[in-house]
């Protein structure tokens, strides 16, 4: 399985108009917002403005099926929003068990706008430095040791969540995974099923697939009952 994911998630125009949103927001320093004492950057301050951008991004991730079939979740937490200066850096760090499953890192300036910034993961034993074209996003495994290189020039804009997936035991994950992706197979195949009787769609793969994944859900989908203030998916 692999332990991190590269995909696309929000438009060129959805990141401009979040983008025209910041000077508009309250920002605080990171440092005081949570987290390693020594990260340097600014977060933004939850209020109505902050509410409109955090729903932009949020939106991306639930119309991404990549983002979606590779975490199974169950929910998303609000979106941390970072700027980076010259000098901003977080050094290296694992995050809190209790976030989630997975965390992402969406970026939102273009790499040549600023030097240095990458996101630098422990991955299979190596660091792997990532600095993502804007709208992209990279999710990996909370618990990942991670840090930000110093930024030297520009600033580095970027949108941090949290994701909860709907199964805790890694291999019962792996199988939903997979199930969906079968079902994403036939969806692609744009088969046109209306005319098949009440027998042939309950033979047909794609009820079948979505019958065992329903069932999957049924038994072991208990993270929405922790009730956590996050975005339901």
Known sequence: MDNYLEVDLLSKETIDSIVDYFPLCNWQSGSENGGHRHKINLEMVK????????NKLINGFRY???????????????????????????????DASFLGHYSMTTFLSNPEDYDGGELQLYLNGSIKSFKLERGRCIIYHTGTPHAVSKVTRGERLVGVNWILSSYIDTDLRDIARNIKRMMDYYSDLNEDTSELSYEEMMNHPQFILKDILTGFERRFDTIKSRGMDNNML
């Open 47 to 54: 209020d109505e403005n902050y509410d409109v951008v955090d």
């Open 64 to 94: 991404s099926r990549d983002a979606k079939t590779f975490t199974m979740p169950s929910s998303l937490t609000a979106t941390i929003f970072s700027k980076m200066g010259v000098g901003g850096q977080y050094p290296i760090h694992t």
